[in-house]
């Protein structure tokens, strides 16, 4: 096992370091630089901004520069902030992307796998109609639109929920909902054609002939079996809801970190765009290579090669 | 000897898109304490919807029991409420499935799926569970059986599967044991050794088995007495010898015709029953058998026969038997 997640661990460095390679070559690939756009600026200011931040070394030493202070978890400055660099930018904003991502990757997997279960238990009656209405509603509905008429009912018309600030536990409900309705509606899926799966095997039958009690079939026969596709997508899932989104960040007023790449991306900030793609790619590669190990623990029969007994 | 499990004309009926499927159409048959009786006849006869029906696993959504009656100790199982079938079911009545492959579930260790039923059925704590769970594997043969409890399914062969299900059949010492085609899937060297484990564990237990098959050299090999089932009736029943010795019935009498034998010549074909099994979606009137019978009368296509007793323990349903048949018609019978 620990040869295992050594062997990973080297696999990850270099999954990164492609990632860092390719983003920092497309990033300096494309026309314009940082500073082109302010057309006012003087020659001469433009070009000590240029070697201040290194931008008029060649690319390949800027790169090397750039490697070598990643080691040290130095993601660099700001282009565009004179006092913050690219690290307190993550230290700031994503403690909230992190907290409002993963209250709404719970409510996706609880509320998505209670949807599918019952819909798979109930195939082709009203109570299977009604989850799957909501979940293509929940996948087809962006969640701007979700948000706004979220907004428009629980905050303006009825009051129930305060927004637009970042304060209360109260102010995390709305946007956590807005925020879980896409993962809930596919994890909804996903779980009901799992299940549907699982109900039609043999061993079904075998756990009901042992007399066994309905939901003792369900927990240890039926979702035990039917979750491992659900834990698949839940890595990436997981990944992209706790790095923040851009537009539910936007709506809500939250200080994530969902708007730094965004924003990072228009003012060709390169130090913010490596820096949060870095971010994004070691949390996803993280988060799968925990579902993997999960995997070995949840279905038996796939091993971590190289181990046997 | 006692009757520990009785059906009294159990009809059991399909809903499909096509229309009500009459897969069983009143089959009585009864099994005795410590018997073991084989349920023979050839795919899709109902001998496993039967088999079903008496623990009520058919699927609710579209099977329903039309008549008849499944007195187990004179109780009607068709009249028992779930909650209390779920008492029954692995505690008295046990069952061991055809495909062992599929039939665990491959996420849980073995060990645990064996003591699931007897923790929920006989209150006993989990290490008194595991140490009979250590036993029972113990007694149908597989090795290690500590070691092998904490293994899963995926690292059993079939054969010791099939053993795994059998134990887990056990596990709450039932009263009656159904074993649907227990060998069907395993090889044939493995196939001897389940049977002689089941014929061995009825001994020992004193448990009456219900042995669903289609391979007759296994009927006559472990089994007490013989049902015969064709399109969802029986046919004809009676003690082993019987059956063997005087087949009745011109089906089984075709079905011991067509079993391989060692001094057959070189050149001679196998013998089959021409033609198939009616379509019970539209059941025949007469004789459900009469399309495919050399023996036909004309009585046999208008008129369904209903089970005539030969002697005090074989029956058969043919218009042959009736004490009114042409005794002629008879003797042309003697000569197979």
Redesign the interface.
Known sequence: MLKYIFKRFLWSILTLWAVITVTFMIMHFIPGDPFAREGTMPEAVYKNLNEHYHLDQPLFIQYTRYLTSLIQFDFGPSLKSNTMTVNDFIKQGFPVSLHLGTQAILLAVVLGMILGVVAAYNRNKWQDYLSMILAIVGISVPSFIMATFLINFFAVKWGIFPVATWKSWAHTVLPTIALSMMPMAFIARLMRSSMLEVLS???M?????????GK?ILI??AI??AILPVVTVLGILTANLITGSFIIESIFGIPGIGELFVKGIFNRDYPVILGSTVFYSMILIFLIFIIDIAYTW????IKVIGENN | MKKLLEIKDLKVNFHTYLGEVQAVRGVSFHVNQGEIVALVGESGCGKSVTAKSI?K?LPTAFSHYKSGEILYHSMDLLKVQEKE???????EI??I?Q?PM????????IGEQII??LM??KKVSKSEAYRKAKELLELVGIPQPEKRMNQ?P?EFSGGMRQRV?IA?ALVCEPQLIIADEPTTALDVTIQAQILKLIKDLQFKLNTSVILITHDLGVVAEICDRVVVMYAGEVVESGKVEEIFANPSHPYTKGLMKSVPRLDMSRNESLYSIVGSPPNLLHPPNGCAFYSRCEYAMKVCQKHSPNLMEINTTQQTACWLYHPMANPVEKESMGGM
């Open positions: 095997q043999d061993y039958i075998t756990a009901k002939a042992k007399g066994l009690k003792f240890h026969y035990k079996n949840l279905d038996p029969r | 623990m696993l079938m779920e008492t029954i079911r692995g505690n046990s069952m499935f495909d599929t039939s665990l579930n491959p996420t849980s260790k699931e039923g929920k059925h899963y995926h299900v887990m």
